[in-house]
């Protein structure tokens, strides 16, 4: 089956600095890449998606990137603010409709103000 | 308001109890999902339904069951629980026939359960 492995595990940074995140997938198949924000206590919400026929995608602070040649997809995050701390997961799916998901173990980001 | 429900919020279990959680949607998705997360390992995958009487296992499938007798309701049974068990639970659900929707997994709110 798949194989989502996500880089760093906790991330600091600075208020207004930016964050990245890293997953790489191992089924070239793979053609689906959602990425959840879970705030503390709160359930995981999809914040930005990506499918295989697209290199980039951003919206407002938020962009994703995509290398199907690499298999690997990172989360960009501009301008951080407090409130962008959360726990960030990665995850891939594979076929011409949403199916299951593939998570990886993700991101702790801590934005200091 | 559309969604998933899940109940209960939190329980508290003794170990060799039977337990099911429960999860309801109203968004007529095809496809459930019942997924434990665990500090550092991230969401694990249960158990799956692709759609109403179909069931499929996941990742970390022992100790529990699911069914699926109509596409809103998808419990998920602890037969005899364990203090391994002992997790935060999520439900979820997607429309896997409808193409480029882009919606994702829905997620309930979770349930804190502890085996004592």
């Known amino acids: 089956g798949e194989n989502v492995e996500q880089h760093p595990s906790t991330l600091s940074v600075q208020e207004g600095d930016s964050a990245v995140i890293k997953c790489t997938y191992s089924?070239?198949?793979?053609?689906?890449f959602p990425w959840y924000k879970q705030e503390l206590g709160k359930r995981p919400q999809l914040i930005i998606d990506?499918?295989?026929?697209?290199g980039e995608k951003k919206d407002q602070r938020i962009a994703v990137t995509l290398n199907k040649t690499a298999k690997h997809f990172s989360l960009h995050i501009t301008e951080t603010q407090p409130e962008d701390s959360a726990v960030y997961f990665c995850?891939?799916?594979?076929?011409?409709?949403?199916?299951?998901?593939?998570f990886g173990r993700g991101t702790q980001l801590t934005v200091w103000p | 308001i559309a969604g998933i429900t899940q109940a209960p919020t939190s329980q508290i279990l003794a170990a060799g109890r039977r337990m099911t959680l429960r999860c309801t949607q109203d968004?007529?998705?095809?496809?459930m999902y019942w997924y434990r997360q665990d500090l550092g390992l991230g969401l694990r995958l249960i158990h799956y339904?692709?759609?109403?009487?179909?069931?499929g296992k996941g990742e970390v499938p022992d100790g529990y069951s699911v069914s699926r007798a109509n596409t809103d309701d998808f419990p998920l049974t602890l037969a005899s629980a364990v203090p391994s068990q002992t997790s935060v639970y999520f439900c979820?659900?997607?429309?896997?026939?409808?193409?480029?929707?882009?919606?994702?997994?829905?997620f309930g709110s979770g349930t804190r359960l502890t085996v004592v």
């Open positions: 979820a659900s997607s429309d896997i026939f409808t193409p480029g929707t882009g919606s994702g997994y829905t």
């Open positions: 089924d070239s198949a793979s053609n689906y």
């Open positions: 990506i499918r295989s026929n697209v």
């Open positions: 339904s692709n759609t109403a009487g179909t069931t």
């Open positions: 968004m007529r998705h095809n496809a």
């Open positions: 995850a891939a799916s594979r076929g011409s409709t949403l199916g299951r998901l593939y």
